[in-house]
């Protein structure tokens, strides 16, 4: 815990030197009762008094005035809060591959049903967009919060021939910068932090397997992303056992760590594996509570205001409960 105007506390030391002053009230009335010799008589003209419940509004008053002056030090402490303004690109691989069984009931049908649920544990501040791609990339939908939106596009993926990494990612940080600059446009401060959130399950065959530097490549494709400080998170997806049939006879589509790794390490995100769809939505989750919040430092006096409001409403009750009078 920090205070935004600790100097406040100070206020503590006035605290303390009231409990002394009430410390030293009570021994000065002690001594004016051992002096007074006469016990039957005081017996007689002296009110019983409680026992230590005499001590509670003094000490519930003493209480409210340490708690208040903490509150008026202004306590901060960190915490979780939703971010208001974010853009994600979702980007998934749509290749021929995906019709691979090896993850129930096939990667496609997995991956749809993951990105779904990751877009609806979004929170609502964050802008999520959409990207397909298979030998090409298309934006399917720009960043928004309708996730609605984003749902309906998601079930509407279909297959189709080759990979093309590299345009995936250049076409999602198109999409975050068109958004940006209509963003900035609105008047407001700057635009909001981005992430690509890249999912694929091979390896890039556009503009060629060895082809990740090229310019249209996924290698340079992740430098211009850390360029524009848009990190891609990435996902390699299937299992190294995956096949898909083709022309009559079955072909080996084994996961690509090694080049999604890369990806995300030359783009300053980071690098998952998931091999089935509990653990696809387990990255999701985790991705959107990375995304969706992050840490500040907010004010908690509010508990402190009120613990201090309760303290002196039970000093101020028990003293006229107690002794029809204040301490």
């Not at 030391?13 to 051992?34: E, P, T």
């Not at 129930?104 to 929170?123: G, I, Y």
């Not at 530097?213 to 990190?231: C, I, L, Q, Y």
Request: proline content about 5%.
């Amino acid at each position: 815990m920090t205070f935004s105007s600790p100097w406040w506390l100070l206020g503590l030391l006035v605290v303390a030197g009231l409990v002394a002053a009430y410390v030293l009230l009570l021994r000065r009335r002690r001594n004016d009762v051992i002096r007074f010799t006469n016990l039957e008589l005081l017996d007689r003209v002296a009110p019983k008094r409680l026992g230590w419940q005499r001590h509670l509004p003094a000490a519930a008053l003493i209480a409210a005035l340490a708690v208040l002056t903490v509150a008026l030090a202004g306590p901060e402490a960190e915490a979780k809060v939703p971010r208001n303004r974010a853009t994600v690109v979702l980007v998934i691989d749509v290749s021929l591959s995906m019709q691979a069984t090896d993850v129930e009931p096939n990667r496609l049908a997995a991956a749809q049903a993951a990105a779904k649920s990751f877009a609806d544990q979004l929170t609502p501040g964050i802008n999520l967009g959409l990207v397909s791609f298979a030998g090409t990339a298309a934006v399917l939908v720009s960043p928004t919060t309708d996730r609605d939106a984003v749902k309906r596009a998601v079930d509407g993926l279909k297959l189709s021939e080759s990979t093309a990494t590299g345009e995936a990612i250049f076409a999602a940080m198109q999409s975050v910068e068109m958004f940006s600059q209509a963003f900035v446009g609105s008047g407001a401060e700057g635009p909001p932090p981005a992430r690509i959130v890249l999912m694929s399950d091979g390896k890039q065959t556009v503009p060629g397997p060895d082809g990740e530097n090229e310019p249209r490549g996924a290698f340079t494709a992740a430098r211009s992303a850390a360029e524009a400080k848009v990190p891609v998170s990435t996902i390699s997806f299937g299992t190294e056992y995956g096949t898909i049939e083709i022309e009559g006879g079955r072909t080996r589509v084994a996961v690509d760590d090694a080049s999604m790794r890369e990806i995300a390490t030359l783009s300053g995100g980071q690098f998952f594996t998931a091999a089935t769809e509990d653990e696809l939505r387990q990255v999701y989750a985790e991705l959107g509570e990375q995304i969706g919040y992050e840490v500040r430092r907010v004010d908690t006096s509010r508990p402190w205001l009120a613990g201090g409001a309760l303290l002196l409403v039970a000093g101020v009750g028990s003293g006229l409960a107690l002794g029809r009078r204040l301490p």
